[in-house]
């Protein structure tokens, strides 16, 4: 029998019996956090927060409360949490190692700017922009963004090599436009700073076209810059496009050992089965690919499974 | 012997013994469609609408009428269709299967503005517009687009994620410049939502340059969130590139495939050869490609699977 | 012993023993169509034009007599080339057929402006500027181009695809465009084509600012569109990368079938290796590469050269 | 027993037992570089400039002079490298072997331009700014941008191809445009090099805006040259990507083959795992796939090789 904190734990992370409920708290939450995230845009505009100034406010509150309730629940049953249940250690420092894991520090970020506003009372408007931090709070219901960001993590080499080159190029791009047009658009180009300004567009493709080079030497060196810029780009759309299929790779290579473990009695069972679909599911692996996977793994037994000289069982 | 209803099925589908006749009905309706938009855009122009009045008007109905046409034979032959004839219900629900299928919607559409203009007066500029729905039509005949479609599908849970992350950076460019520049050019960042205009013309390296940072920290602002921007561009071009890669594979994956099991029995008679022929268009695969994988699998079922010298299989 | 023509045609194609030769000769043409390029765009600056008239006029004639005695030798000579040799037809209907052959209509034209500029005198400028399709000269030279073309024109089924996507995106998004900010800036969206270029700039990312929708609603309009765009670009560049992937991967088997075929007698000698060299140069394969594939093969033999129950050759 | 000089060169290359403090001089070598650089930068702004005039130049004269010192020692310690020690030559040689090498004549660079104003006094500021150079020492430390640099290399007869296919379309796209608008907007498209900067800022999807065509025949054709665009972008980063994807798959290949050259006896001993562990460093490959790697090639070489009943061989 599960006490009230474990229960908790279990509808808050919408395992077990608690999935579907767990589910319909997750889209409750997703759609309060998008409503909060969409009203602190609109309140931006002056009109519309005189007109609303009640419904905003009331929006606030009761989101902020609702907020604070999750916050709270979440740190009361957090030690029940599968993850946290299995560390050695006492009921205080499991709650001292959630309170610092990214995902509760962006929970409190989500309630603290509205806390804050309540108790101080000098710069409002500041901190007001700072509730649109919230909207991290969705990281935790994307599993594709997760596996997204792993890409980053796991490029995060060469991306910093790529950014450095796209240093050097933009320092010396803007040197170069400094020297070339520094004389002929001293408001434009009087530092390297500014021309900086014209490099990042520039090398970036963004192209704003509000600062450009006028003399014929500077279009020139333009233009080169223009080139490179393709190159700028070229260099992290080629290495995420790299990193991307190398995951789809390993998470492929990653169910196929995964289905070769599960077969080493050489039949699959029901518990089994619910295994390779769930790590399916958490691969993002079509249904498509995982049967085949699963045939062709099946096929490779029968084959190889008896010596061809005494017919033993090789395993 | 077929009646009409079926004949015109095949016709309309291009199969069996209609398939060169199917072909020239497909073409002359390419083309009108195509006549059609081209029309319905030279007709937004002011002085070529006051010309060539009578043209237009005269091409219009001519298209609409042979849209109907072909919609009534589409609604009427649809239960002789190979994929509705297998479903086992009444004609009644088939044909209603077929009214809510997406191809037939278009249809409806492409003929629908014209049909409403003749009967309701008031706003007729805006009803024109939506006659270029029947651009549509054109999906019916791309089999490269169709697949291309597959692969945005396949990718949408990465693509959405792809979307959020992109809105979330969004978010957060329009807020911190519009607590930068808000004070500087009101007219121009006056509001979060007026800043997300620089921010998306930004992230996603459009740069129209109407609207840019003019103070020191804005443009530093900026720069950082111009080299953001080719993050935001590198996911979705890395996500389609691995995607289409991943698609070609597979492809050539499924193909080996159907010639390993029409190799069954050692051999590949004539009606398999059409089969794996038609396998190689659907899939978009090159012949030399289809031959190869051919071949290879061929030689691989008669070189190794028996020693030519004493007989004894080698696997 | 080889007569004046068959001399010639190896010259020019830098075969055989004049390999040295006939490379001298390609670098002295490569040369003179580049100076030529670069000559031509100069010539419409108008002061250059006019005071360096006489050395423009001089590079003119003489290349062109270079380009013409290139061409008339390279139809003398052509029946005696190793592609039109081996032919079944008369003399005639080979340079007939050397005729229509893409690089000699691109020799053709790299003459024919200048020969009419001697005869027909009206008007010079719009002939002048034809002058620089003798660029495509070089065509002929550029062995990694030709890779390139080859990508795109095996992936001409999807491009076309990608590009029918872009048009009808395109006619949507002028479209929406006309409808939402025709009445505010009707000099600017005055009709679907006027708005197709602000559509076409935002889709492409090139994003001119010279045509901007400034309504709320065409501003949300507009920031959707920007968001394609994202999309409209990722196209493209994932088909090519995934071509480019796939033509490397190719490449590499054609090689390794290479290898296997010449080692059908279990060694390489002196021939099978400079055909492999050969072609390894002519796939683009790196050494380092090469030699692996063939270690591997010469491996691959050794191994499973013999049955394992009877001892005999497989092969 | 190790002499000064060996000290100082394994010191310098951070190898051996100075690993440690080879270590923390880089990172204090890296640090002085970048505030160098910023320094450079921020001097061009006249107002900083103006007020840390005593700063900015102490730290010029105490960064050169530390740059001229790791000159002199590297100079002074190259003989006893590895990579120089292996040359069969003398000390002379060897050491007019590193003054040429890049790294030398990069470190050569970063304090020339401080040396020159030193005692040529008539143009300062153009000298200056030849100081940014320094930036290039920093390629010595980063082991992903040799990657990356690579990538280019290996990819450079396919980039110049890219690059030879943009300038053709580019002079054929300024050409268009001059003979479509160069009687309409005479100072902006008076001449083919005028066109040019138009062109490449279209091309490469910059597209400042600064300069557009605005007859409807040049919005046209810049509408073409806009589509193009995409396919000029997709060249080089389907380029990339795909150049990428290869290298990743051969780092991998690579390390497999150590693994099995290192099991060749069957098991690993403490120097082929360091060995490994080195490589793996040097390819950027993760623990992860590196485990994989050895661990599938550990269980191919055990569980294929010989039934574990008969004891028969099984290849």
Redesign the interface.
Same mark, same amino acid.
């Given at each position: 029998m599960k006490n009230l904190r474990q229960r908790t734990a279990l509808l808050l992370e919408g395992n077990g019996e608690y999935r579907q409920i767990g589910h319909i708290i997750d889209i409750f939450l997703i759609t309060l956090i998008m409503v909060n995230?969409i009203a602190?845009?609109?309140e &931006?505009?002056?009109t519309l927060a005189h007109h609303y100034k009640q419904a905003f406010l009331i929006l606030e509150i009761g989101s902020v409360s609702i907020f604070a309730v999750e916050y709270l629940l979440r740190f009361w049953s957090c030690v029940d949490r599968v993850e946290y249940k299995s560390l050695e250690c006492s009921d205080f420092k499991r709650r001292l190692k959630y309170l610092i894991s990214p995902l509760a520090i962006i929970d409190l970020l989500a309630i603290l700017p509205t806390l804050l506003m309540m108790f101080i009372t000098f710069d409002l408007r500041?901190l007001r922009?700072f509730r %649109?931090l919230r909207?991290?709070k969705?990281t935790r219901y994307?599993r594709?963004?997760q %596996?997204?960001l792993q890409s980053f993590r796991?490029e995060s080499? /060469?991306l910093?090599?790529?950014?450095?080159?796209?240093a050097?190029v933009l320092?010396?791009a803007?040197?170069g436009i400094? %020297?070339i047009e520094h004389d002929v658009q001293p408001d434009k180009f009087? &530092?390297?700073?500014?021309a900086?300004?014209w490099a990042?567009?520039?090398l970036?493709?963004?192209?704003?076209?509000?600062v450009?080079p006028v003399t014929?030497l500077g279009?020139i060196f333009?233009?080169v810059i223009? %080139?490179l &810029?393709?190159?700028?780009?070229?260099?992290?759309?080629?290495?995420?496009? &790299? /990193?991307?299929?190398?995951?789809?790779r390993k998470r492929r290579v990653l169910f196929c050992d995964a289905v070769h473990e599960c077969l080493h009695d050489g039949k699959l069972d029901d518990d089994q089965l619910e295994h390779l679909e769930h790590l399916r599911c958490k691969l993002?692996l079509?249904k498509q690919?995982a049967n085949?996977a699963i045939k062709s793994q099946l096929s490779a037994r029968t084959?190889n499974l008896y010596?061809?000289?005494?017919g033993?069982r090789?395993?």
């Open positions: 995230v602190i845009v609109l &931006s505009v002056v500041f922009v %649109l909207i991290f969705l994307s594709a963004m %596996l997204l796991e080499g /060469s910093i090599a790529a950014f450095f080159i796209m050097v320092i010396l803007s040197c400094y %020297l009087g &530092s390297i700073p500014a900086m300004w990042m567009a520039t970036t493709t963004v192209g704003y076209g509000d450009v014929p279009r333009g233009g223009t %080139l &810029s393709m190159g700028m780009v070229a260099i992290p759309t080629g290495l995420l496009a &790299s /990193s991307f299929s190398e995951q789809l993002g079509s690919e085949k084959k010596c061809r000289h005494c033993e090789q395993d």
